[in-house]
């Protein structure tokens, strides 16, 4: 880590940019800022949706050290650099009723949060069960469950047959303690066209004429019941955003710079916390992090620790033989590296979200 810096120009800037972020973050700073984070506007949750276990675990992995390669998702081998979590929004058509049908629901994802030039590379539909709600009397029933695509929108009381017979999905399953999960790369991947996205439906039955069986209390045990515990539905959407990400990354290795006594131009900690500038409800995690900033003398003559171009040496050569009409090149930041950001959009939907040139690495005399 590098040493904190005490010049007094260091902190000088320090002050002035953590009085920007607390005093004067002018809405149209902070919209330039949220626009480079790919967000149209201040996201403000109204809901605040437990964040999937999936996204955590990746978020986690990519604190440190960050991806070698910021285009791909290692944990799902895909490209991309944003994963979504979507909720559900569909209704039920009806629950419990002819007996062998246990459920049928609309399930609707809302994808107006992915961006024109995102490109879709993988959709993955979970389909969750509680886990206390499994009942002894429903042990090896085997359950059948079918998606199919809607094919137009749904009205109130609307019929179950109002929708392509040729089910996406069919599978048959025996507990309904665990999540199931399902491909539906290609079918989401039509829906970027709002017009085509109407919406599965889900249909749960039991396997067999009728769903009542003798329960071992003497009366008759309605089958669907265990189905109640059905939770919910979630698309995990990951996506690529080209402009974004770059296609490789080297290793960030400048951790560490030697401790030199100088004003020489280097990198300077600066931890920004998401708190200060007021983003502390929609972003989940990290709640700050360590960006830093360059800062420092480019005297001459240049040395190759200072990373320079054989330009800002001409330009500090000019400068000691007229300080007064050249200036000496800048200290710029010539290495950085992405992080990984956690939030709530604006659909109130979980997003882990990779985000190019964060934290300077290195800096340079330009
Ligand atoms: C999808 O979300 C957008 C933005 O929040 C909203 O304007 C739109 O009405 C939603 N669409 C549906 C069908 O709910
Ligand atoms: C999901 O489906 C797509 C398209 O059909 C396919 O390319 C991809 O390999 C599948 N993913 C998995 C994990 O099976
Ligand atoms: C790309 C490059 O030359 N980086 C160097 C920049 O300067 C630091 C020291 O300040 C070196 O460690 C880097 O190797």
Request: aromatic residues 8%; contains cysteine; neutral net charge.
């Amino acid at each position: 880590m590098w040493r904190e810096e005490q010049a007094t120009l260091g902190a000088g800037l320090l002050w002035t940019l953590v009085g920007l972020m607390l005093g004067q973050l002018l809405s149209p700073q902070e919209s330039m800022l949220l626009k480079s984070l790919g967000l149209a506007t201040k996201p403000s949750p109204r809901s605040l949706a437990p964040v999937p276990p999936v996204l955590w675990r990746i978020f986690q992995k990519r604190a440190v050290p960050p991806p070698e390669d910021s285009c791909r998702v290692e944990e799902f081998n895909v490209p991309g650099n944003i994963i979504r979590v979507l909720a559900d929004q569909g209704r039920f058509i009806h629950r419990g009723e002819p007996r062998s049908l246990c459920l049928e629901k609309r399930l609707y994802f809302n994808f107006s949060a992915l961006e024109e030039g995102e490109q879709l590379t993988m959709a993955q539909l979970e389909i969750k069960f509680s886990h206390n709600a499994y009942h002894a009397s429903s042990a090896g029933q085997v359950f059948e469950l079918n998606l199919y695509r809607a094919l137009q929108m749904p009205l109130r009381g609307m019929s179950s047959h109002m929708y392509n017979h040729r089910p996406l999905v069919a599978q048959s399953f025996a507990r309904v303690h665990k999540s199931l999960l399902f491909n539906l790369t290609e079918v989401a991947k039509d829906w970027r066209a709002p017009s085509r996205n109407l919406g599965l439906i889900l249909e749960i039955a039991v396997d067999g004429v009728d769903g009542m069986l003798a329960s071992p209390a003497g009366g008759l045990w309605n089958l669907c019941s265990s189905i109640d515990a059905f939770v919910d539905a979630s698309l995990l959407v990951v996506s690529l955003n080209p402009q974004q990400c770059k296609a490789t990354r080297k290793k960030r290795n400048s951790y560490y710079t030697p401790i030199t006594p100088s004003n020489l131009c280097k990198p300077r900690r600066l931890y920004i916390s998401f708190s200060d500038v007021g983003w502390e409800n929609w972003i989940i995690a990290p709640q700050g992090y360590m960006a830093n900033y360059c800062l420092g003398e480019c005297p001459f003559p240049l040395t190759a620790e200072l990373n320079s171009t054989n330009h800002a040496i001409l330009q500090t050569m000019v400068h000691s033989l007229d300080p007064e009409g050249t200036p000496q090149p800048c200290c710029v930041p010539v290495r950085l590296s992405p992080i990984s950001i956690l939030y709530y959009d604006n659909n109130d939907n979980v997003v882990l979200r990779h985000y190019e040139d964060m934290v300077v690495d290195e800096c340079g005399c330009r």
